[in-house]
């Protein structure tokens, strides 16, 4: 038996195993854009990570754009599980994408992602990146009216730096953190730390060290899952695959934990 934790309480109440699965890979080739090709096979793939035990799905708005959160939504329901999409980054061409936090514009977003992912609540909405034109107090007092009139759960952040942190928290509580992080990068090191010590979960992503435009893992994939794991218990990994030998062989790095 191992002492790590097998699972993290997001927000303190969402217990989600620490080994997810992330979405953006589910999308058309190049720059994650349009529909994935093989649309029937990624529901295959999301369903059978659901029955291997995988209870954390992270998606976001920009993916396809939609059309991940629509796969993710599709293949997971009445599954049970806990999803994560994101917004305030939409990408209308494969090489072009559009930052924006406005208050109107993450309000409509929300809805579209309700009806994409076929939930009457999001579990965690996350702020893809602070938009330059938007305070992040404007953009998360936004996503807190959603917070309070049930339309998400739990608010998280992606791309920020501890000061964005602490600013987002004098607005609204933040259950999570998202920023690029894995055993070759470790430049957040003390912000992961940070987060654990406020019991934010940490949502490494980029484990397997791949480039966000190109296929393929670029470290040994058990054994840099098996690190984040040990690395700290706030963190919840979200590994990408579009193949089933893949996320099976991925799940299996707890065996190396
Ligand atoms: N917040 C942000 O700004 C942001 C940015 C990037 C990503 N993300 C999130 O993080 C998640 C993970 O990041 P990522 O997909 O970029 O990178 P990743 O998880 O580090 O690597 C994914 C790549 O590794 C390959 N791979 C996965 N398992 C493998 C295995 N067992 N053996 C060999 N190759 C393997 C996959 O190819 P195959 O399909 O062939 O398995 C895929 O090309 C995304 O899905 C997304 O949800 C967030």
């Not at 854009?33 to 529901?43: A, R």
């Not at 059978?48 to 992270?58: E, K, P, Q």
């Amino acid at each position: 038996m191992t002492s790590t934790p097998t699972t993290f309480k997001i927000g303190g109440d969402l217990e989600v195993n620490r080994l997810g699965y992330g979405a953006m890979r589910l999308t058309g080739r190049p720059g994650n854009f349009g529909p994935y090709k093989d649309w029937e096979g990624g529901l295959k793939l999301l369903r059978r990570a659901a029955d291997l035990g995988i209870s954390f799905y992270d998606s976001a708005r920009s993916y396809g754009p939609e059309t991940a959160d629509q796969i993710v939504g599709e293949g997971l329901e009445g599954r049970g599980v806990i999803i994560a999409t994101k917004g305030g980054v939409d990408k209308p061409e494969p090489t072009r994408i559009v930052v924006d936090g406005s208050r109107d514009t993450l309000h409509r977003q929300i809805d579209q992602a309700l009806v994409n992912l076929k939930r009457d609540q999001i579990d965690l909405f996350q702020l893809h990146r602070v938009d330059p034109e938007t305070s992040i107090e404007e953009s998360i007092a936004a996503l807190a009216e959603a917070q309070e009139d049930g339309r998400i759960r739990h608010i998280g952040l992606s791309n920020v730096k501890r000061d964005h942190l602490d600013r987002a928290l004098t607005v609204a509580p933040i259950a999570s953190v998202q920023n690029r992080f894995n055993v070759s990068e470790t430049s957040d090191s003390d912000f992961v730390d940070y987060t654990a010590s406020k019991g934010i979960a940490f949502i490494p992503y980029g484990p397997l060290g791949a480039d966000p435009m190109q296929q393929g893992a670029k470290l040994e994939p058990r054994q840099s899952l098996a690190w984040l794991l040990k690395r700290s218990p706030n963190i919840v990994v979200i590994a990408g695959t579009t193949s089933i030998a893949h996320l099976e062989e991925n799940w299996s790095a707890w065996d190396l934990v």
